[in-house]
């Protein structure tokens, strides 16, 4: 780094800082002792504070009985007005920065042409008209690094939200396979091995009708839990639009997430169950597992919707960003023919919108949903904000015409 112009090592410092936070927020959500949760005994609520949030809202009366999906539409509302002060700031240092780059334009192009056989003085000179002109280097970049920290922090949330609803599924879905089997076993069997607890062991195996009485109260069973699963209440909460489960992707995979999925052995997990038995969860959940989705077997959780217009809001989103910041006038390509410092910019605000994408094709339904709300959002609020900033120009130019060309 030592051979770089000032303005380079700048710009690569700031996002030096910005790919250590990112890293962080990475191995706060990689290391999060609290995304595992364990069924063997009562399910205990999320403890990240995002989490806490959105399961106060889903509990609460205006939301209780609704979708899930209302829910995160509803928080990330409330998130975005939270943070509209930063927002609001991001965009007033854009603004300013496109005001003081309108200005220093014509300058730029002289010291182009004036010292285009000198980058280092180019440079230098570039800096100080900068520093004069309030150029703020950190203004253009502090829009990526805020929405990458908010990005990861907010993920951690959703990803314990998914694990907590996927131990209330399965744990509601025991109890009501657990129910009929003792219903079906007591009067015939009784308790025959003593435990206290009435389940499929207590049948005597050396009964004639043994084999056929166990799995007539299996079927019995897993009925019950099919009705329990896609009561009125449980599918109002999972489902929303025509994704059929909210905690799902909505793509390709299964409404119903199999036994490698819920304890992140396959697929993209966002969280994970323990204490579960593979014979168990499969015994338990047999009616269920591949129903529920579109075509056959309920192989489609949803149609790919929200992962495209994620991505595309997210697009416009940063094309909005990058369209209110002026960049200064650059040459095609630096003295060593490396990319200039506008194309790598350029580059790395293309990123978010990628890693975007990928996340919501990828991960929750809800997570999708939470960034084409937010992705949504940010378009409203920078298009009002440009509205409001020409006509406070249009206002300025009618007053003060002959300060146009200062401004």
Same mark, same amino acid.
């Not at 209302?70 to 854009?94: E, M």
């Not at 009067?187 to 091995?193: A, L, S, V």
């Not at 909460?237 to 304890?263: E, G, H």
């Given at each position: 780094?030592?051979?770089? $112009?000032?303005?380079?090592?700048?710009?690569?410092?700031?996002?030096?800082?910005?790919?250590?936070? *990112?890293?962080?927020?990475?191995?706060?959500?990689?290391?999060?002792?609290?995304?595992?949760?364990?069924?063997?005994?009562?399910?205990? !609520?999320? =403890?990240?504070?995002?989490?806490?949030?959105?399961?106060?809202?889903? $509990?609460?009366?205006?939301?209780?009985?609704?979708?899930?999906?209302?829910?995160?539409?509803?928080?990330?509302?409330?998130?975005?007005?939270?943070?509209?002060?930063?927002?609001?700031?991001?965009?007033?240092?854009?603004?300013?920065?496109? @005001?003081?780059?309108?200005?220093?334009?014509?300058?730029?192009?002289?010291? $182009? !042409?004036?010292?285009?056989?000198?980058?280092? /003085?180019?440079?230098? !000179?570039?800096?100080?008209?900068?520093? @004069?002109?309030?150029?703020?280097?950190?203004?253009?970049?502090?829009?990526?690094?805020?929405?990458?920290?908010?990005?990861?922090?907010?993920?951690?949330?959703?990803?314990?939200?998914?694990?907590?609803?996927?131990?209330?599924?399965?744990?509601?879905?025991?109890?009501?396979? $657990?129910?009929?089997?003792?219903?079906?076993?007591?009067?015939?069997?009784?308790?025959?091995?003593?435990?206290?607890? &009435? +389940?499929?062991?207590?049948?005597?195996?050396?009964?004639?009708?043994?084999?056929?009485?166990?799995?007539?109260?299996?079927?019995?069973?897993?009925?019950?839990?099919?009705?329990?699963?896609?009561?009125?209440?449980?599918?109002?909460?999972?489902?929303?639009?025509? &994704?059929?489960? &909210?905690?799902?992707? +909505?793509?390709?995979?299964?409404?119903?997430?199999?036994?490698?999925? &819920?304890?992140?052995?396959?697929?993209?997990?966002?969280? /994970?169950?323990?204490?579960?038995?593979?014979? !168990?969860?499969?015994?338990?959940?047999?009616?269920?597992?591949? =129903?529920?989705?579109? %075509?056959? +077997?309920?192989?489609?959780?949803?149609?790919?919707?929200?992962?495209?217009?994620?991505?595309?809001?997210?697009?416009?989103?940063?094309?909005?960003?990058?369209?209110?910041?002026?960049?200064? #006038?650059?040459?095609?390509?630096?003295?060593?023919?490396?990319?200039?410092?506008?194309?790598?910019? @350029?580059?790395?605000?293309?990123?978010? #919108?990628?890693?975007? %994408?990928?996340?919501?094709?990828?991960?929750?339904?809800?997570?999708?949903?939470?960034?084409?709300?937010?992705?949504?959002?940010?378009?409203?609020?920078?298009?009002?904000?440009?509205? *409001?900033?020409?006509?406070?120009?249009?206002?300025?130019?009618?007053?003060?015409?002959?300060?146009?060309?200062? /401004?």
């Amino acid at each position: 780094m030592a051979d770089m $112009n000032p303005i380079r090592k700048r710009i690569w410092r700031i996002y030096l800082v910005a790919a250590l936070l *990112v890293l962080c927020c990475c191995l706060l959500v990689a290391c999060n002792s609290d995304n595992s949760y364990s069924v063997a005994g009562d399910v205990s !609520e999320p =403890t990240h504070f995002m989490a806490k949030f959105m399961l106060t809202l889903s $509990n609460s009366s205006g939301l209780k009985n609704a979708s899930f999906g209302w829910t995160v539409v509803v928080f990330t509302v409330i998130l975005r007005l939270i943070l509209s002060p930063l927002d609001l700031w991001q965009k007033i240092i854009a603004r300013k920065n496109s @005001k003081a780059m309108q200005r220093m334009k014509p300058q730029l192009e002289a010291l $182009n !042409e004036k010292y285009a056989d000198d980058k280092q /003085r180019l440079q230098q !000179e570039q800096m100080a008209l900068y520093k @004069k002109e309030h150029y703020s280097m950190l203004g253009m970049c502090l829009p990526t690094i805020a929405t990458f920290v908010v990005f990861f922090v907010v993920f951690a949330g959703f990803r314990q939200m998914v694990g907590y609803q996927y131990a209330l599924d399965y744990k509601s879905s025991v109890n009501a396979f $657990n129910t009929v089997v003792s219903q079906e076993v007591k009067p015939k069997y009784g308790d025959r091995n003593g435990d206290g607890i &009435i +389940d499929l062991t207590d049948i005597d195996p050396e009964a004639a009708d043994a084999a056929a009485f166990r799995d007539a109260t299996i079927e019995k069973a897993q009925l019950a839990v099919y009705d329990a699963y896609y009561s009125e209440e449980q599918k109002n909460t999972r489902s929303w639009l025509w &994704i059929k489960n &909210i905690f799902v992707s +909505d793509n390709w995979s299964q409404a119903v997430p199999n036994y490698t999925t &819920i304890t992140g052995q396959s697929g993209f997990a966002t969280s /994970r169950l323990s204490g579960v038995d593979p014979s !168990e969860y499969n015994m338990v959940m047999g009616k269920v597992l591949g =129903t529920g989705g579109y %075509g056959k +077997d309920g192989k489609w959780n949803g149609l790919l919707i929200l992962p495209a217009l994620s991505i595309l809001l997210s697009f416009l989103s940063t094309f909005l960003l990058n369209k209110s910041q002026a960049q200064p #006038p650059q040459p095609q390509a630096s003295a060593n023919g490396q990319p200039n410092q506008a194309n790598s910019m @350029k580059m790395m605000q293309w990123i978010m #919108p990628i890693m975007m %994408g990928v996340f919501s094709l990828l991960y929750s339904g809800a997570f999708a949903l939470y960034m084409f709300t937010s992705s949504a959002a940010a378009i409203l609020f920078q298009l009002s904000f440009n509205l *409001v900033g020409k006509l406070i120009d249009i206002s300025q130019e009618k007053k003060h015409p002959s300060n146009i060309a200062k /401004r």
